[in-house]
């Protein structure tokens, strides 16, 4: 699943690529997740100028002109690829055709990628506008393991799986850890990490991808690399489950309960 770090950088190539151009045809594949008929999307965005596309959470948002927002959810096998010779690629749920001829796709094997027009605004706050304070006194009332927390869109959004791992491997704490048993100057610690981590993720699948929507990168993670058997330190990689999803980690993390 594309996680906080892919989509910024999805968004920041969709803005470079297409920002300006109006939004010449609009084809919708597989209509069963929109919130809104096929007949009332295309009214609302076809011919209408792309002002930019941002990210909110996992979301994208695609803001075109008239104050018309689409959002779009990848789920989990959600891909954008570029459109080439005019054909339709694979597992298509939506594409977009400009003005110039130019254009990208939403494709999904399982079908589950979902549009939404003029999405409601979440109440969690993204996890790079999370203040430590709030994100301090949110772990202080839950008993759940910090890595859940972490992937709760409910309380945090845009870090999934992957990064909770890396954040909490960077952090020094184990994600089998009970959130409000960890140490003031430990949460400190782990709010810290979730912005090196994911910005520097940023300028890494930045300069990997330059113009291309290529997918998700996850070549230099330190932890949650299956490929990998030992950190750079040199440390074992161990594996286990939370919430039914893989997780990685490694004996040194310090664990809190």
């Known amino acids: 699943m594309a996680e906080l770090p892919d989509l910024t950088v999805f968004a920041q ?12 045809a609009l084809d919708v594949t597989v209509p069963k997740k929109l919130n809104v008929s096929e ?53 298509q749920i939506l594409a977009f055709h400009f003005s110039d001829k130019e254009g990208f796709a939403v494709i999904d094997l399982q079908k589950q990628a979902t549009p939404t027009l003029q999405p409601k605004p979440a109440a969690a706050p993204d996890a790079l506008n999370l203040k430590e304070s709030a994100f301090k006194s949110l772990a202080a009332k839950k ?40 140490p003031e100057k430990a949460m400190a610690r782990i709010f810290k990490s979730i912005y090196i981590v994911l910005e520097k993720a940023i300028e890494d699948i930045a300069e990997a991808n330059g113009d291309e929507l290529k997918g998700e990168l ?40």
């Open 13 to 24: 190539i969709l803005t470079r690529k297409y920002a300006g151009k109006k939004l010449q």
């Open 39 to 91: 007949a009332e999307l295309k009214s609302a965005l076809v011919g209408r100028e792309l002002m930019g596309v941002r990210r909110e959470g996992k979301t994208l948002q695609f803001d075109f002109s008239g104050d018309q927002v689409l959002g779009l959810h990848l789920m989990l096998r959600g891909e954008l690829v570029a459109l080439q010779n005019g054909e339709a690629p694979r597992f």
């Open 143 to 182: 008993r759940t393991s910090i890595k859940t927390l972490l992937m709760d869109q409910k309380m945090v959004r845009g870090i999934g799986n992957s990064y909770a791992d890396e954040i909490l491997y960077h952090a020094g704490i184990s994600p089998f850890s009970t959130a409000k048993a960890i």
């Open 218 to 257: 996850r070549d230099f993670m330190a932890v949650h690399d299956p490929k990998r058997k030992t950190t750079e330190k040199g440390e074992e990689i161990k594996t286990d489950k939370i919430g039914g999803r893989t997780t990685y980690y490694t004996s040194s993390q310090e664990l809190y309960q």
